[in-house]
C-alpha cells in the first residue's frame, strides 16, 4: 500500500448534473487515489476543507475502457470515485459554492 499524505488522495471534484443534484443533500462527489481507504478519504476531505465533518464515505472501482487506435488495443487507466456525505451541522465545501 502507498503512503499517502491527505493532498494526494482527492484528485479533483466532479461536476456533473447528478452530482450538483447530490449537493442538496450535502453529498460530494471527486475523484480520489487509486489506492485510497474509506477513512484515509475522511480524512483527507476534513484536513483539506475546514468546518467539514465526514459522515460517511462510498467509493466505486471503475475500470478503464477499451480504447484503440488503429490495429493497437489498450486500456486507459483505473479510476476511483468517492461519494463524501457530510454531517448536517457541517461546513459546506467552498469549491462547488456558485456552481
Given at each position: 500500500?502507498?503512503?499517502?499524505?491527505?493532498?494526494?488522495?482527492?484528485?479533483?471534484?466532479?461536476?456533473?448534473?447528478?452530482s450538483m443534484n447530490a449537493m442538496n443533500e450535502k453529498k460530494y462527489t471527486f475523484s480520489v487515489h487509486t489506492d485510497a481507504t474509506k477513512t484515509?478519504?475522511?480524512?483527507?476531505?476534513?484536513?483539506?476543507?475546514?468546518?467539514?465533518?465526514?459522515?460517511?464515505?462510498?467509493?466505486?472501482?471503475?475500470?478503464?475502457?477499451?480504447?484503440?487506435?488503429?490495429?493497437?488495443?489498450?486500456?486507459?487507466?483505473?479510476?476511483?470515485?468517492?461519494?463524501?456525505?457530510?454531517?448536517?451541522?457541517?461546513?459546506?465545501?467552498?469549491?462547488?459554492?456558485?456552481?
Amino acid at each position: 500500500m502507498a503512503d499517502l499524505k491527505y493532498y494526494d488522495i482527492i484528485l479533483k471534484p466532479i461536476i456533473t448534473e447528478k452530482s450538483m443534484n447530490a449537493m442538496n443533500e450535502k453529498k460530494y462527489t471527486f475523484s480520489v487515489h487509486t489506492d485510497a481507504t474509506k477513512t484515509q478519504i475522511k480524512e483527507a476531505v476534513e484536513k483539506m476543507f475546514a468546518g467539514t465533518k465526514v459522515k460517511s464515505v462510498n467509493t466505486m472501482n471503475l475500470d478503464g475502457k477499451n480504447k484503440r487506435r488503429g490495429n493497437t488495443v489498450g486500456k486507459t487507466a483505473k479510476t476511483k470515485k468517492a461519494i463524501v456525505q457530510l454531517t448536517e451541522d457541517s461546513a459546506e465545501i467552498e469549491i462547488f459554492a456558485g456552481l
